[in-house]
């Protein structure tokens, strides 16, 4: 899929007062972005950043608590360069096991809670239980999608500040489960 069909540049597009900035690289780890982090922030300077990672980490099996410090890491590093955070939630496929699953999946709303961020929930629960909707990998969403997921994430872009008081409303929920929306 070409990358102005993805859900960041669509949603730029209906965002134009909104500069958004790509930075993600396909298949990358926590550690990949940690490293990565740093340059970008001190090359864009973001008012925010929306922090979409870990998904490749619980994927490949690797220690939770490397992920979760890592997490903690890009975080921090945001906060520290006077960025706001928007932390998505991640969702592994129940594969994995449900304990190790839980396990990942608890990380988010604890950082979140712990660092005062806005908490994203999982932004492709409703696309990601959709085959007509997913590569065939089964684990990333098709270009079919990509408009679904622009609808799905908007409203958190559009004013997240406002998006804290649904992220706290929501913490301790289990992850992909909201009792609010924006």
Known sequence: MDEAEGWVNLLQNELPETR???????????????????????????????????????????????????LRQIIELGLASNSKVMLSEILLPPNYGRRYTQAFQSIFP????????????????????????????????????????????????RAPERRSMTSKANAGLPAGQTKATP
């Not at 925010?48 to 490949?60: A, H, S, T, Y």
């Open 20 to 70: 958004l900035i790509n930075a993600a690289v396909s298949g990358e780890t926590t550690d990949g972005a940690l490293r990565r982090l740093p340059a970008l922030l001190t090359e864009h300077s973001p008012e925010w950043i929306f922090v979409e990672l870990g998904g490749n980490d619980g994927l490949r099996g690797f220690p939770l608590s490397v992920t979760e410090q890592n």
């Open 110 to 157: 604890r950082l979140a809670d712990e660092y005062e961020v806005v908490l994203v929930p999982f932004f492709m629960a409703d696309i990601a239980t959709d085959p007509a909707l997913m590569q065939a990998d089964g684990i990333h969403p098709n270009r079919a999608a990509q408009p679904l997921i622009v609808e799905t994430i908007k409203p958190w872009f």
